[in-house]
């Protein structure tokens, strides 16, 4: 079945350091890929997204390019934030219909960013 | 996209009492799922909330446990039936038009069970 493995947290950086989160994943087909974040307390927010092979996605000085040949989905930022600490999740869908809409998630990375 | 109004944002229950968790989306969606995150974890899918019938259930979750309804394309309800301490989680609703282009999720409900 689909999985997502994505790199164990937590991690710990001072602002504005580079961030690198990884995430590779396992589906038949070709899957669309998402970054969801959760700040403390709150639902997730979909922070970024990837439709096919080679597209980027990028909001908010995240980016992360959808790598086909190595089914990877890395998240980067290149100045990290106090306010970007929050947990990051990886996810796919296969969206075409059925039970291939469902998300299936990473186990989520815990970002802590000090000043 | 949609935004998801999900109530209630938080509870405290008794264990053997049951609680009804409600999701209205602002616009017509093709897909309702519903969620359980469990404290410090990822999300696991509980299931997938369909128009006009029944649920279809994951693994390890069943209709008499947690009741879904969904009576029309912007609105569906998640009962955790009969309590334990061990349902204490926070369930969140998502929904999405096709898939492909993201998939919103609810602010959560954050549930304890005493």
């Known amino acids: 079945g689909d999985s997502v493995t994505q790199m164990e947290g937590p991690v710990t950086l001072s602002e504005e350091a580079f961030l690198t989160i990884n995430c590779t994943y396992t589906?038949?087909?070709?899957?669309?890929l998402f970054w969801y974040v959760q700040y403390p307390g709150e639902g997730l927010q979909l922070l970024l997204k990837?439709?096919?092979?080679?597209d980027k996605g990028s909001n908010k000085g995240f980016e992360a390019t959808y790598r086909k040949e190595t089914t990877s989905f890395h998240l980067e930022k290149g100045s990290v934030q106090v306010s970007d600490s929050a947990v990051y999740f990886c996810?796919?869908?296969?969206?075409?219909?059925?039970?291939?809409?469902?998300?299936?998630f990473g186990k989520g990375t815990l970002l802590t960013v000090n000043p | 996209s949609a935004v998801i109004s999900q109530k209630p944002s938080r509870d405290i229950c008794q264990r053997g009492t049951s609680l009804t968790i409600q999701c209205q989306v602002d616009?017509?969606?093709?897909?309702m799922f519903w969620y359980r995150q469990q404290p410090g974890q990822s999300l696991t899918l509980i299931a997938t909330?369909?128009?006009?019938?029944?649920?279809?259930?994951e693994s390890g979750f069943v209709i008499d446990k947690f009741p879904i309804s969904r009576p029309n394309l912007t609105f569906s309800t998640l009962t955790v039936s009969n309590m334990s301490p061990e349902d204490s989680s926070i369930y969140l609703c998502?929904?999405?038009?096709?898939?492909?282009?993201?998939?919103?999720f609810g602010s959560g409900t954050r549930l304890t069970v005493v």
């Open positions: 998502s929904a999405t038009g096709t898939g492909q282009y993201g998939y919103t």
């Open positions: 589906a038949t087909g070709y899957p669309s």
């Open positions: 990837a439709t096919k092979a080679d």
């Open positions: 996810a796919l869908s296969r969206g075409s219909g059925g039970s291939n809409y469902k998300l299936t």
């Open positions: 616009s017509q969606v093709t897909m």
């Open positions: 909330a369909n128009q006009g019938s029944e649920a279809t259930y």
